[in-house]
C-alpha cells in the first residue's frame, strides 16, 4: 500500500512538472490551456498544450490567467510581476496581500508581457582598402582607404566616416613623381529620436584637397529629419536644417564663411541578400545668394563575400559653385577595394 501511495505521489509530481498552468480566455468563447510566453507589439506569444507554439491578438483576448509570477507593463508605466487572475470581460485581476485586495486592469491597456530583453547598443562599422600599382609605359601608385562607424540606440543614432586617398604618377619624359591625387574627408553625425520617426541632428564635415588647392573645408549642421522608412532591408530619411560653412584655398588669401540651408536624404537598400545598395545627398545653398552652392553626394555598392568581408565601389560627386581660381567645380573621385566588417 505504500509503495502505491509512493507511485501514485511521483507521478502526480510529474504532472504538475509537464502540465502547463497558464489560460487564456477568447472573445470568441474558447480557452486555450498552456504557457505564456511573451507580448509585444499586440502579439502574445503562448505556448499551447494541444497546438505548440501560438500567436493571438491582444485585441481577441477577453482575459487571461498564469499559474506562476509574470511580468506584465502597462501604458501609464505600470510594472507588475505577480501571478495573474481571470476577471471580467475584458479585464484581468492579480493577486492581493492579506491587507489588500486584488487589483484589475484592463486587458486593452497591456503594452507588454515578459519582453524579450533588449540587446545592449554595441558599436558596429567596416573598414575597405584599395591598392593600385601600374608598372609600364606608366608608373602609378595610388592607395585609397574608407571607415565607417555607427551605433544605433532606441533613442539616438551616431555615426561616423572618414575618407582618403593619395596617388602619385611618374612623368616617362622627365621621371619626376606629380600627386594626382591627395585627399581626406570626416564626418560625424548626432539624431536623436523624438519620436520613432521624427528626429533632431547635428553633425560636422571637415575636408582637405591638396589636388583642388583646398586648404580646408569646415561645416556644421543643426537640424531635423523624418525617418520614412528603418528596416534591415530599406533605410530612408530626409533632413532639413541650417549650416555654417567655412573654406580656404590654398591658392587665394580670402577665406569664405557664411550660412546655408542644409537639405538632404540618406538611402540604403538591399538589392539582394549579398548586395547592398547605399546612397546620400546634402544640398547647401547659401542664404544670401542661392546660385553659389555646395552639393555633396556619394553612391556605392557592397557585395558581401563572407559575414565579414565584402567588396565595395563608390563614387563621391562633389559641386562647389565657388572653388578655388583655375579648379574645376565638379569634382567626382571613385573607390574600390576590399573591406572588413565588424
Known amino acids: 500500500m505504500c ?84 476577471a471580467e470581460l475584458n479585464r484581468f485581476a492579480i493577486e492581493g496581500s492579506v491587507t489588500t485586495k486584488a487589483q484589475e486592469f484592463a486587458v486593452s491597456d497591456i503594452v507588454s508581457i515578459n519582453p524579450p530583453v533588449k540587446p545592449i547598443p554595441k558599436w558596429t562599422g567596416d573598414i575597405a582598402l584599395g591598392i593600385t600599382s601600374t608598372h609600364g609605359n606608366t608608373k602609378t601608385e595610388m592607395f585609397s582607404a574608407n571607415a565607417n562607424f555607427s551605433k544605433r540606440t532606441e533613442k539616438d543614432r551616431t555615426t561616423v566616416s572618414t575618407d582618403y586617398a593619395k596617388g602619385k604618377q611618374e612623368d616617362p619624359d622627365t621621371g619626376e613623381e606629380v600627386t594626382i591625387e591627395d585627399w581626406w574627408r570626416a564626418k560625424g553625425k548626432y539624431d536623436y529620436f523624438f519620436s520613432k520617426k521624427m528626429y533632431g541632428y547635428i553633425d560636422g564635415r571637415y575636408e582637405k584637397d591638396a589636388v583642388a588647392e583646398l586648404d580646408r573645408r569646415m561645416i556644421i549642421g543643426l537640424g531635423a529629419g523624418y525617418q520614412w522608412i528603418e528596416s534591415d532591408d530599406m533605410n530612408f530619411a530626409t533632413e532639413f536644417g541650417l549650416a555654417s560653412l567655412y573654406e580656404k584655398f590654398d591658392n587665394q588669401t580670402d577665406s569664405n564663411s557664411e550660412i546655408t540651408l542644409q537639405l538632404g536624404y540618406n538611402f540604403d537598400k538591399k538589392l539582394r541578400e549579398n548586395i547592398k545598395f547605399v546612397h546620400d545627398l546634402t544640398y547647401y545653398p547659401s542664404i544670401d545668394k542661392f546660385s553659389d552652392y555646395y552639393l555633396t553626394t556619394t553612391a556605392g555598392v557592397r557585395a558581401d563575400f563572407t559575414e565579414t568581408f565584402f567588396m565595395t565601389l563608390k563614387a563621391i560627386l562633389n559641386y562647389d559653385a565657388t572653388p578655388a581660381i583655375g579648379a574645376h567645380s565638379t569634382d567626382v573621385k571613385y573607390f574600390l577595394g576590399l573591406g572588413y566588417r565588424f
Open 3 to 86: 509503495y502505491r501511495i509512493l507511485i501514485l505521489s511521483a507521478c502526480l509530481v510529474l504532472c504538475a512538472q509537464i502540465c502547463y498552468g497558464d489560460e487564456i480566455h477568447l472573445k470568441n468563447g474558447d480557452r486555450i490551456s498552456g504557457e505564456i510566453d511573451h507580448l509585444v507589439g499586440g502579439k502574445l506569444v503562448f505556448n499551447a498544450e494541444a497546438a505548440g507554439q501560438v500567436t493571438l491578438d491582444l485585441a481577441d483576448i477577453q482575459t487571461f490567467s498564469s499559474d506562476e509570477p509574470i511580468t506584465v507593463n502597462l501604458k501609464d508605466g505600470t510594472g507588475l510581476n505577480q501571478k495573474v487572475m481571470s
